[in-house]
């Protein structure tokens, strides 16, 4: 996990900005999916070298492609997704990026280098 990132923090942030209209497919399970998402998000961040260990910033630049792909994944495999539950997933973390994006320039957790 990130040093400084409250997961349920974020999970609660994130939740109440998406629209969930948008998602309705999804709206039973929509904080679970987050939840898996940002499990997701923080794994890659950390095999990806983006974080070290300790949750600091590590030695590589967070690749928002990579990224996205893995979270997609990682929740379509955990929930045994069809492709076209897949194809919502995928729209629901193009969603919490940005608000993921929010919640950290909220915390101050960001470093634009």
Request: net charge negative; charged share 30%; hydrophobic share 40%.
């Amino acid at each position: 996990m990130m040093r400084g990132y409250d997961k349920q923090e974020a999970l609660a942030f994130i939740a109440r900005r998406i629209n969930r209209r948008e998602h309705q497919e999804l709206a039973d399970q929509l904080e679970s999916l987050l939840s898996q998402i940002i499990d997701a998000d923080m794994a890659y961040m950390h095999e990806s070298g983006v974080l070290d260990e300790e949750g600091n910033a590590g030695d590589s630049y967070y690749e928002d492609d990579d990224a996205f792909e893995s979270m997609v994944e990682s929740v379509v495999a955990q929930n045994d997704l069809t492709p076209e539950q897949a194809v919502k997933v995928a729209s629901l973390v193009d969603d919490y990026m940005d608000f993921q994006q929010e919640y950290l320039e909220s915390k101050g957790l960001v470093d634009w280098e």
